[in-house]
């Protein structure tokens, strides 16, 4: 159920902030900025917007589009590498990753409508672990199954904490 009229803008807005949040983070934590704190919390916007129950039209698109124009910025040397596909490369594999992103926004938005953050803790801890295994699994299948496509897993950006790879 949507929320009421009235409160629509503002859900948009918190989400448009959550969603930038975690696409800057997102970016901040590869290579090119080299914050390797911020892969530790850069789907945390995201959680806490998810455990507010926001509409599931409205957390999608801006997850899907954080996640998409995060993609972009981090592919876009691309564009030099393959001169014949250009832009249109670039926005079709930052297209291709945001989807495996959306589909852990649906298990996301899922759990943040089941559990509550005052729930059991025992319920929190699961749930938040299962979203993290469920993370690693989709980011194997993008790497390996599919495409063979393994490039920047959230695991790259901790490469400068090796004791966090091991």
């Keep these: 159920m949507d929320a009421a009229p009235h409160k629509k ?14 696409a800057v983070l997102h970016f901040c934590a590869f290579p090119n900025v080299n914050a390797w704190w911020a892969g530790l919390v850069c789907l945390s916007p995201l959680i806490l917007w ?18 998409f124009f995060s993609w972009s910025a981090l592919l876009i040397w691309l564009r ?13 594999l930052a297209f291709f990753n945001s989807c495996f992103a959306w589909v852990w926004l649906w298990a996301l938005w899922w759990v943040g409508r089941r559990y509550d953050l005052s ?5 929190r801890i699961f749930s938040i672990l299962g979203l993290a295994a469920f993370w690693v699994v989709l ?12 490039w920047l897993p959230l695991s790259v950006s901790q490469w400068v904490q090796p004791a966090m790879l091991q």
């Design 50 to 67: 998810a455990y507010a129950k926001p509409p599931r039209r409205a957390f999608l698109t801006l997850g899907f589009l954080a996640f």
């Design 80 to 92: 030099h590498v393959y001169p014949g596909w250009g832009w249109v490369g670039v926005f079709f």
């Design 9 to 22: 803008p503002r859900v948009w807005s918190v989400g448009l902030l959550a969603g930038a949040c975690a």
């Design 139 to 150: 980011e194997w299948l993008r790497g390996w199954l599919f495409t063979g496509f393994p």
């Design 119 to 123: 729930g059991p803790a025992r319920l």
